[in-house]
């Protein structure tokens, strides 16, 4: 799931779609750091409301600790928009190649 950023809407009503960014991208090192870039390309053309910007991701391999870090300005850009940010783990690992179904 690549980054998806929506605006949340009133009980009973779809909320609505923003952004899709990094589509098919699993690593959240990539997806953090386009998330940053829209906001600053994008993030001043919307009103303040109640947003989400969604970031699920896979588990690195390689993975030994750390991890992107968000700036305090990037931060402080989704706060002042009303954006919370959702960080969602899915099982598997960014790196596996999905194996063919064998067909019988």
Not at 70 to 75: D, I, K, N, Q, V
């Amino acid at each position: 799931m690549p980054v998806n950023i929506y605006r949340v809407t009133p009980d009973g009503q779809e909320n609505e779609p923003i952004a899709w960014l990094c589509d098919d991208e699993w690593r959240l090192t990539p997806q953090s750091e386009a998330l940053t870039a829209w906001l600053q390309a994008e993030g001043a053309k919307l009103q303040p409301d109640c947003y989400v910007a969604n970031i699920g991701f896979h588990w690195r391999r390689d993975a030994l600790s750390g991890g992107p870090a968000f700036s305090p300005e990037t931060l402080r850009q989704m706060a002042d928009l009303g954006m919370s940010l959702y960080i969602s783990e899915y099982a598997g690992f960014a790196d596996e190649i999905e194996q063919p179904q064998l067909i019988r």
